[in-house]
């Protein structure tokens, strides 16, 4: 699979969070969404085009189709806030479409043939239907070409050593692990059972824990002696850590009940809060950095094109009321 397709999702998400249209916006007329939504799906509302990108008009039949493949929701189903948010997003789009076209960027045969096996493949997760031999229209490849040329645009960024470094320097306090606990269960199906293996294993050293887990527990870990793994506070179900983190190390709790059956709770270990070290962290950072930078690289990338080509958005034509970001 391409590099540009395989980054498609994390594109979209990005464009998904861009707000440079919202400062040249205007509020859209006062009025019900929900109650907007319907008359225009009724046909009720008539209006003109809500955005112009040099010779291409777009109008409420696009935005609305447009939200309906990338979300899989219907309009009328969305917050006014969510459709305002969805629009910015769809002019980004709409310019990015259009630059790709005056740059005379292309899908080959193979990328529209893999793409439509893709999206049959979603429609179908059993793959008992074949993929179709061709889109009912050319528009259904946009989405695709969007993320080729924007692949362009970011396929150059990288995170430097030095920049994860910074991150970590400036969020050490994102990196501070709370208390955590290494706990061990035996886990079986009825309380008199479980009172008998408690009494055995109670007052007994951690191997004939291990032992009786590996012979008694239900519980998917028995077979590494019921050595579950290692939590803090909230990984838990309540019921279950006001017992654990309760306990000594070394100890064993009484019966706990759960959905899952008894459950008998062992405290192997504790560790105190501490820093991840660089070396921990830096997977973590330099995602958010290349995330970050990302977003940056498009922002400035759709500001240049929306300074160069001929567009206008019209939110007042809008099916619901649009919000701006600042409202």
């Known amino acids: ?78 917050s006014a806030e969510s459709l305002s948010r969805l629009f910015d ?41 074949p993929a179709p031999d061709a889109p009912e229209s050319e528009g259904v490849f946009d989405g695709l070409l969007v993320e080729k040329y924007t692949y ?14 910074a991150y970590y320097d400036e969020h050490k306090k994102d990196f501070l692990l709370p208390e955590r606990v290494q706990v061990s269960q035996i886990l079986v199906p009825t309380e008199q059972k479980a009172v008998e293996v408690l009494r055995r294993v109670e007052n007994a050293p951690e191997a004939e824990f291990r032992k009786t887990a590996r012979e008694e527990s239900s519980g998917p870990e028995a077979f590494k002696g019921g050595l579950m793994g290692i939590y803090k506070q909230g990984d838990l179900p309540y019921d279950m850590e006001k017992v654990i983190f309760a306990l000594d190390v070394g ?6 009940e759960s959905a899952y059956g008894y459950h008998i709770f062992r405290l192997d ?21 290349l995330d970050r930078k990302i977003k940056d690289a498009l922002s400035i990338h759709l500001g240049g094109l929306k300074d160069t080509l001929s567009w206008k958005a019209s939110p007042e034509n809008l099916f619901f009321s649009y919000q701006r970001l600042d409202q």
Do not use: H
């Open 1 to 78: 699979m391409c590099g540009y397709q395989r980054t498609g999702r994390a594109v979209l998400a990005v464009l998904a969070l861009s707000s440079l249209l919202a400062s040249g916006c205007n509020r859209g007329e006062k009025s019900n969404p929900v109650s907007r939504v319907a008359n225009y799906v009724q046909g009720k509302l008539k209006r003109g085009p809500i955005l112009k990108v040099e010779n291409q008009e777009f109008t409420n039949d696009d935005l609305a189709a447009y939200i309906k493949a990338t979300g899989g929701n219907e309009a009328r189903s969305l």
């Open 89 to 129: 997003r769809f002019v980004d789009e709409k310019t990015l479409l259009e630059a790709a076209r005056q740059r005379n960027l292309t899908l080959t045969p193979d990328e529209k043939k893999n793409y439509l096996a893709k999206l049959a493949g979603e429609s179908n997760p059993d793959r008992s239907a």
């Open 152 to 165: 362009q645009v970011i396929k150059d960024v990288r995170v430097e050593d030095s920049e994860v470094q």
């Open 251 to 256: 100890k064993i709790s009484q019966v706990v």
């Open 269 to 289: 270990r504790k560790f105190p809060p501490q820093l991840q070290s660089l070396n921990e962290a830096a997977p973590a950072v330099r995602i958010k950095v």
